[in-house]
Structures are given as C-alpha cells and as structure tokens.
C-alpha cells in the first residue's frame, strides 16, 4: 500500500471538457487493461485537470492518481485518475516514480461513468512540458482520432 | 517436319530443365551461405521454448482490435452452425455478466495469453509451463504422455495435454467452462464472443526463426462452428524483459470502479 497521503494542496483549476459535435474519439492504440474502457468511463465525458498529486497507487489491476484540482468557483476536489497496469507502464518506461505526490500534473482523459470524482487518465503533462501516456489498453485518449 | 519440332520442344524443355537445375543449384549454394536455422533444444533433443516472451501477436495482415490484447481474425472463423449455440453472449445490462473480467473473473483460455502482457515458458522433460504476467495466469501443460482428465469440472482454462509431433509441441486443450473466446468486446461491446464447454483448442507451437516461434491455435467447437479453424500468430522473444521478469498481478488489490460503480478511495 502507499505511504501516507500528501497534506500539501496546491489547487490549481480544473476545466471538464463537454463534449462538442467536431470532437471524435477513437479508441487509443497498443495499450493494455484488465477491462472494456466502456464498462467503467464515459467516452462523452472528457476531462482535463490540472492539480497537485496528493497520492499514488502504483497497483493492479490498474495505477491510481489522485489529484486535488480547483475548479472555476475556487472549490477544491480531489480527483482520482486510473492508468494502466504497473507491469505494462514499466516495460513502457514509466516506473513507480514517475508520479509523486507534490507534483503538478495536467491530466487528460474521461470521466467515471457514475459521475464521481473519478476518471481514466489517459495523458499526465508535467509542468515541464513532458508528458507520458499512462492510459490502460483500450483507454480513449482526448485527442484520438478516428 | 513434325519431327523437327519435336525436337526443338525437347531441346527447349531440356534447357528450360537445365536452366532450372542451375536455379536450383544457385539456391542451394546460396542457402549453404547462410545456415538452417535450428531452434534451442533441450538436453534431450527437443525444441526449447524456456525464456521471457511477448504475447501472442497477429500476422502482418490479419485483423487487429482496439487495444493491444490479440484478437481472432473474424475471416479465420467457420461458418457458424445453423441452430448451433449463440457465438455471442447477448447483453443483459448487468455488469457481472456483460463483463465479468472488470470483476476481477478470470480471462481463460485462449483470451488470457493473447491479452497484451509479457508471459515467461518454462519446459522440462515432462511439462511446459506458461506463465503469462496479465492474472498472473499459469497453465501447467503435461508432456509426459498422459490422457486428459476425467470426472472433473469444466474450467476456465481447460485440461491441457502436450506432445510432440517432430519438432512441433502440440497441445490439446478441453473441459471448458462456457467463456469468453477473446478480447473483442473491447473493441465492440457489442461483440461478446464466447466459446463453448464442448470445445477442442489445440496449439501447435514450433519455432520458426530466431527468436520467433510460430504459435497456432485451432479452435475445434462442434456446438458453435461447422467445422475446425485455425489462426497462426507469432510470439516474439523478449530476452531484455527477462532481468525484470514478470510482474504480480493481483486483480482484487486496487479495482476500484468494477460496473462502473468506483468506490471510495
């Protein structure tokens, strides 16, 4: 299990992307889950997040991010972001340390389909610019095409 | 003059015959240059496929689905018997059985190796075990010349028994549960293929190239197609994943949105 979470909150804001007419999404390409991306997100509902990480679960079936974010109001949530497999994000070079608590990520994917504070998170951009692609196998990704 | 072509043919086909035999003496010589590949073998003789592989993956060529889990060409299938038993599982709307794997339900086989995850084989003289990263999935397969089971349950991942037909492993594998064929849902929910508990998989598992093995299953299922088809796919070996090796994989741990319902962290 990890360590204790992060107290540090660095809100920063959050913006949900509603789906748009001209947006097409597809499915992302050599990727791996334990599940159908549809059984548990909402390609309709994309979102991109900006935040501290508060925690980190480097964990199957799936990794878990979690991200306190502001949203426009100035209300603080956190929010939780599913990627792959550990296994699989490592061979991808993306190792246990990537994601640490008191980084400031941008997170790209889309939301639980029972509306909670949770989503995949197919894209972590760090606030140098670099990004890794941490979605499991058939996650969406924001800027898929068909 | 019919005699004179006759004679121009023969002359004609003994050139070509001739010019044939040096083709062929050509290729040979080539060949010689470059030695027969010949497969690792064990002490005793046999092919060895011991050591760290990719999964199973598609020809050049053949249908891929929306994720990297390897998925049947749907142009390899028999025609499905008329009145046989449904190839897909109908929705119900209940996430258990829609998609039971987001409850942690095992893949099976052949949908467990061909899902996109490192898998390590380990041979000796009496088994080939092959341990695939995703479920952390192992089938223990028996060489030693033993019949199938008997008076036991269907399973998830059947009743392998392996021999040796030259240097081709051939494994035959029954007593399945009615399950999930492979991963294509994810690419169409709407296409759930199952097979059957009467089905008949057999892989035929030989090297074809360095560090390539040609791996093919045939799936043999009387209830739901008219007849056997078969699908080659390569596994590719992966010597540099090796050091890490395979890593636990322990579905329960952290599944937090099974059905779409996500609990709380």
Known sequence: ??????????????????????????????????????????????????????????????VWFYVDVKDENGKVTNWGFAGGAPGQLMRRGISNKAIQPGMIITVEGFRAKDGSNNASGGRVTFADGRNVFTAGSEDRTPDAKK | ?????????????????????????????????????????????????????????????????????????????????????????????????????????????????????????????????????????????????RPHQTGIEPTYYGDPVGHWDGDTLVVETTNFKRWMMDDYFYTDPKEYRMHSDAVKFTEHIKWKGPGVISYTITDDDPKIFTAPWSQEFEVIAKPEWAAQGLFEYVCEENNRCPGGKCTVP
């Open chain 1, 1 to 62: 299990m990890e360590g204790p979470i992060a107290t540090e909150v660095h809100v920063l804001k959050i913006r949900i992307l509603v789906p748009v007419v001209a947006f097409v999404l597809a499915a992302a390409g050599p990727l791996v889950a334990h599940h159908s991306f549809a059984a548990e997100f909402d390609d309709q509902k994309p979102i991109k997040a900006t935040g501290v990480v508060t925690k980190v679960e480097w964990q199957n079936p799936h």
């Open chain 2, 1 to 145: 003059m019919k005699y004179f072509v006759a004679v121009f043919a023969a002359a004609l086909l003994a050139g070509m015959a001739g010019s044939s035999s040096l083709l062929h003496a050509q290729s040979e010589g080539s060949s010689a240059a470059a030695p027969a590949f010949q497969p690792p073998r064990t002490p005793a003789g046999k092919p060895d496929f011991t050591g760290t592989y990719q999964w199973p993956k598609p020809l050049p060529g053949d249908e891929i689905g929306h994720s990297n889990a390897t998925i049947f060409d749907r142009r390899k299938f028999a025609p499905l018997k008329e009145g046989g038993e449904a190839f897909l599982e109908p929705r119900t709307g209940d996430p258990r059985h829609d998609e039971p794997r987001d409850f942690c339900m095992p893949a099976g086989f052949p949908a467990g190796p061909l899902s996109g995850n490192a898998m390590q084989l380990f041979q000796t003289k009496d088994y080939l075990v092959m341990v695939h990263e995703f479920q952390r999935m192992t089938r223990i397969i028996p060489l030693d010349g």
